[in-house]
């Protein structure tokens, strides 16, 4: 089982915030799965608004905080009008732009893409925070998400897991600015370059034949900061299939391209 949306919220921890989870849209962002253009996708979004909530709780006032209904109402008034927009980072931007709000200190956005994708079953994202100090560059860029990308190997060290393929699945964040210019930042490249370093994961591990998940998990990172020389990526692969009565039994690594560097 996946992790729920809002769990995946890491981008920023703020002490104090009110959120909405996992509000279902639908808008055009650039191409869909098929690479056609203007087609509506689903999108589902998660905003997280840091505010000081310790006034609205001493005094019981819900004018000492955010009137969460209201962002939803102008959120979805906003996507609804608008309806096209170029990228899936543009979008993330203007819903944080949108959803600011009077006394908040930070907005963080989260926008998953839930179809974007006819092999990550869990969808592409990315998170932003967007600041409220008046600067121009009050934008930061966190976590590029790929999720639920599931695909079939040679995987184990038993005997019986050595004579057919079984499904691993691949949840990956990449931490690096540059990534979410690059994989979202500009709709009109074909093929999408999300989908040509999806493929070449795809194609790494089908080709596999690990015994350990470790082992497994290290080469999709070489691939990785072989072609983009990312800064930081962290990968979570499981095996569905490894133990009757657990739903995914699988490791999580964590490396900079440092890290990798070294080794």
């Known amino acids: 089982m996946l992790p729920a949306p809002e769990d995946q919220l890491h981008v920023a921890e703020f002490p104090e915030y009110v959120y909405l989870r996992n509000l279902h849209l639908s808008a055009v ?49 906003y996507v609804e009008q608008e309806q096209v927009f170029p990228n899936l980072l543009d979008f993330a931007i203007k819903i944080g732009c949108i959803a600011s709000q009077r006394g908040c200190a930070a907005v963080l956005v989260r926008a998953i893409l839930p179809k974007a994708s006819l092999r990550a079953e869990g969808g592409l994202g990315i998170e932003i925070v967007r600041f409220n100090d008046g600067r121009d560059e009050d934008v930061s860029i966190g976590k590029t998400l790929l999720n639920g990308l599931k695909i079939p190997c040679i995987i184990g060290v038993n005997k019986h897991e050595r004579l057919a393929k079984q499904v691993v699945v691949i949840n990956l964040e990449i931490n690096d600015e540059r990534v979410a210019y690059l994989l979202f930042g500009n709709s009109n490249r074909t093929p999408q370059p999300w989908t040509i370093l999806l493929g070449n994961i795809i194609t790494t591990v089908e080709n596999s034949s690990y015994e350990t998940l470790e082992a497994l998990a290290t080469k999709v990172l070489e691939v990785m900061f072989t072609e983009k020389c990312l800064n930081c990526i962290s990968i979570s692969i499981e095996k569905p299939s490894a133990l009757a009565f657990v739903e995914g039994a699988g490791v999580h690594i964590t490396r900079t391209l440092a890290e990798y560097s070294r080794n």
């Open 29 to 77: 962002i650039g191409k869909d799965a098929w690479g056609r253009d203007l087609k509506p996708q689903p999108i589902i979004l998660s905003i997280r608004l840091q505010k000081e909530l310790g006034a609205a709780a001493r005094g019981d006032d819900v004018s000492q905080t955010v009137n969460y209904g209201q962002v939803c109402k102008t959120v979805t008034s």
